[in-house]
């Protein structure tokens, strides 16, 4: 739970805040601000050096630096349906309040507690509902808006079941710091308490995966509380914010006072400050001295990859990625290393197993990271920069930290090197030489056997037909892992996936939510049959909603990671991963193709590999939404692998299933 949110206990005692006292009572100067916000208003945006640390302080979680500024826009000129001191509904303040955040979308999906919140939703000339066809399938969709455009997403659901099938989302929005904003209906305030129907007390229930939670309880509230959960979102560290709305709230007339002012005095006062220039001067003191130096960057870089880049061209330093990270540096560029960790790239992992000085910018040290701890990055110095304070040192000390926005240390560094260029002179000529011999002798590779598909040649000729240009979700699994090894990401928010929680059914939703958001774009869901038949249901808000979504079905028949785990590490033993029909294992089972024919959607299967090129071109040809099922062989395994727990020095590169371990 996000202690950061704590002093908004003290805005109103009628609205539910976090148990944490505050520990600053900073004057207003700087935690008083405004409602609405104007983009002209330096104070209403704190900048994004800025993030509390979060409690507990032992959850992992991958951090990302702040959003872009402004994260949400406020309409210029925005026209009110209702005059100055008409009554209306809480429901119509609330879709209003939503409106003046500059929300054009939300993905809600209607009950009986959140019916007011959806009759307001239809007299608002500005808000479009995209409606889902599962609570889960909306708020990953509200996810993969906020990942592929930056902006926080918006989803509605109502008590009880509905808001209990927001919690992976919300789950999953807290691990990969996504700004979203979940709204739930919840039971009449008289019958909180005494098991209504329908009743789940959803702020408890959320109370560890969401950065702040309320549960309103006077209806004069709601602007504070919408301004407030918009702000906690997208500043600092981002992540998911939950409003919980009683439906005698919602029926409540009332006259909204915009002006209220929203105080965060425990918040800002635990809001990083601008890295120091002595921290700065330091870190490029240790880069001059470095010989192998390496940077580690992750989902903390995704919105400064401009400067990111402008720091590798001034320095020549090579650049891994986590699996959060992909696309805040080209993978096509020379210095790319590409992914690194457990089914990272042989020449990512050996660079910082060798490395003397590891930069790791807007990164957690996770353990599908890092292995065994004790070695990784065993010779080098650590140089850590990061927007959460509780990461720094939590799972890896460092040398030198920097609790700040890493877009704001790079451009800093960047200042600094500009001006002294005379003075350092960097040469890593020979580091990377090193590190391209190698490349060229552990290259990505895969085996093909006879007229089957691999896996990996499928996502190559994506990758090659698209131009690397695509938006990719995926489902979580070796799919999952060959779009990260396989595909050629080339900026930020063109990859989409779940990758602190680890969510199957994650990849169809998300791609509703890109579409949505980048209509501009081509956007495929890399799905395997496990994971798409998880969200399957949201064909028919693709269909209803004529979203162009690509889905590209990697269809092996079984749960794939499980079964190379069954392969290498219990004897090919299958403990319930064939996801077939036992008694017909000759046949495709369950027939994708029919589901989506029930909804609609052109689709067609590819099972040769010759077939494969003609087949995807067909489907990124067809205008609107298609399904290609390609079918793959279940003995392919996602190599390299390290094993968890294991180090450089325990990397898998060869076999499959087809072998005996």
Not at 523 to 532: C, E, L
Not at 567 to 573: E, S, V
Request: aromatic share 6%; glycine share 8%; net charge neutral.
């Amino acid at each position: 739970m996000a202690a950061a949110a704590a002093s908004t206990a003290s805005s109103a005692a009628k609205t539910t805040a976090l148990p944490f006292p505050s520990k600053s009572q900073t004057p207003v100067d700087r935690s008083t601000l405004r409602f609405p916000p104007s983009p002209a208003t330096p104070l209403l945006r704190v900048s994004a050096d800025s993030s509390p640390s979060r409690i507990p302080r032992a959850a992992a979680r991958t951090p990302s630096s702040a959003p872009p500024t402004p994260a949400v826009a406020p309409p210029e000129t925005f026209v009110p349906r209702y005059a100055p001191d008409e009554p209306r509904k809480g429901a119509d303040v609330l879709v209003e309040a939503l409106e003046r955040q500059g929300v054009s979308t939300v993905f809600a999906y209607p009950g009986g507690a959140s019916m007011e919140i959806h009759q307001a939703l239809t007299r608002s000339g500005v808000i479009r509902n995209v409606l889902p066809r599962h609570e889960q399938g909306g708020i990953f969709a509200a996810e993969g808006y906020a990942r592929a455009s930056g902006l926080p997403g918006v989803c509605i659901a109502t008590s009880g079941p509905g808001a209990t099938n927001l919690v992976s989302g919300l789950a999953d929005a807290m691990l990969d710091s996504i700004p979203l904003v979940a709204i739930t209906g919840q039971v009449p305030r008289r019958m909180i308490g005494t098991d209504g129907f329908q009743e789940t007390p959803i702020v408890e229930v959320t109370r560890s995966i969401t950065k702040h939670n309320y549960l309103v309880l006077d209806v004069e509230d709601i602007p504070r509380v919408v301004s407030e959960a918009f702000y906690l979102a997208t500043s600092g560290r981002p992540g998911p914010i939950l409003i919980d709305v009683p439906k005698d709230i919602q029926q409540q007339l009332v006259v909204p006072n915009w002006n209220v002012p929203i105080t965060l005095p425990g918040y800002m006062s635990r809001l990083p400050k601008l890295p120091s220039e002595a921290h700065l001067e330091q870190i490029v003191r240790l880069v001059s001295e470095s010989k192998k130096p390496v940077l580690y960057v992750g989902g903390g870089c995704l919105n400064s990859s401009e400067e990111l880049g402008k720091f590798v061209d001034l320095t020549g330093i090579p650049v891994a990625s986590t699996l959060m990270g992909l696309g805040a540096f080209s993978c096509s560029h020379e210095l790319s290393l590409q992914m690194l960790g457990m089914h990272g790239t042989v020449y990512a992992n050996y660079a910082i197993d060798k490395c003397d000085l590891l930069l790791a910018f807007g990164v957690r040290f996770d353990d599908r990271v890092t292995g065994k701890l004790e070695t990784f990055a065993s010779r080098a110095k650590i140089i850590h920069i990061d927007i959460d304070s509780a990461e720094i040192g939590k799972n890896k000390q460092p040398h030198v930290s920097i609790c700040a926005d890493v877009k704001l240390a790079l451009k800093g560094i960047n200042s600094i090197m500009e001006t002294r260029k005379s003075k350092f002179k960097l040469d890593f000529s020979a580091w990377r030489m090193e590190l391209d011999e190698q490349k060229m002798n552990n290259p990505l590779t895969y085996k093909t056997f006879g007229e089957a598909i691999p896996p990996q040649y499928a996502i190559q000729v994506l990758d090659e037909l698209t131009d690397g240009n695509a938006i990719i979700s995926t489902g979580v699994g070796q799919h999952q892992m060959w779009a990260a090894q396989f595909y050629k990401y080339k900026r930020p928010r063109q990859w989409l996936t779940s990758g602190g929680l680890g969510a199957m059914g994650f990849g169809l939703p998300a791609a509703v939510g890109a579409a949505v958001a980048r209509p501009d774009a081509v956007v495929v869901d890399i799905d395997g049959d496990g994971s798409f038949i998880m969200n399957v249901q949201e064909l028919a808000t693709v269909r209803v909603e004529n979203l162009p979504v690509k889905i590209m079905l990697l269809n092996n028949q079984h749960l794939g990671m499980v079964v190379q785990w069954e392969d290498r590490f219990y004897k090919a033993n299958r403990a319930h991963t064939y996801l077939g029909n036992p008694s017909r294992e000759s046949d495709i089972f369950p027939n994708m193709l029919t589901f989506a024919e029930a909804c609609g959607i052109p689709a067609s299967r590819v099972t040769k590999k010759a077939d494969l090129r003609a087949a995807v071109q067909k489907m990124l040809d067809t205008p609107g939404p298609y399904l290609l099922d390609v079918i793959v062989p279940h003995q392919e395994h996602v190599l390299p692998m390290i094993p968890s727990g294991g180090s450089f020095k325990d990397v898998i590169t060869e076999g499959d299933g087809r072998s005996t371990y």
